[in-house]
């Protein structure tokens, strides 16, 4: 897998969704200026710039900073629509329960979700509209980063549409 390459190389391939929508379990380690890593739920970025990351290692340091500060907990809810389905175990196991079991009500009152013994799924009807499931629930810590890259690009491209969300 590479995690850093030149704009020029064909061939690339970071494997950003596998990792994004896996479990807390799933693990790698990019190595390299720039590289990205997946750890205990958490995803890390090594230093960018080269002369820094080898005085780091020189001083034998480790070149990494966190590159979010979201547990996996909340991306793998954030990430619920994508995978279809979430278990209750691992909801009730998150901190913030009750706010998220208020937001998963929501969405079944809207018919997107039908909650079964063990999951909540998203309905089959509701499959293609999985990408604005996906924005209503993002942490709010994370929420005034999503709403500032929506309005840079809307700024950008001149195309102005709603950010209401559905929650």
Do not use: C
């Not at 380690?29 to 990205?36: F, Q, V, Y």
């Amino acid at each position: 897998m590479y995690t850093f390459m030149a704009p020029e190389h064909q061939n690339k391939r970071f494997q950003y969704g596998e990792v994004i929508y896996g479990g807390y379990e799933d693990q790698y380690i990019g190595l390299g200026t720039g590289a990205i890593s997946y750890m205990q739920g958490m995803i890390w970025s090594n230093e960018g710039n080269t002369q820094k990351y080898i005085e780091s290692l020189t001083n034998q340091e480790l070149p990494i900073v966190k590159s979010r500060e979201y547990h996996a907990f909340d991306r793998r809810l954030v990430f619920f629509p994508k995978t279809m389905k979430i278990e209750k175990t691992h909801l009730n196991r998150m901190p913030k329960r009750e706010e998220i079991y208020r937001k998963l009500q929501l969405l079944i009152m809207k018919g997107v979700v039908e909650e079964a013994e063990q999951y909540f799924v998203i309905k089959e009807e509701a499959k293609p509209w999985y990408p604005a499931i996906l924005v209503d629930l993002i942490p709010e810590k994370e929420r005034k980063n999503y709403d500032q890259a929506v309005e840079f690009m809307q700024k950008e491209l001149g195309w102005y549409e709603s950010t209401e969300v559905l929650l």
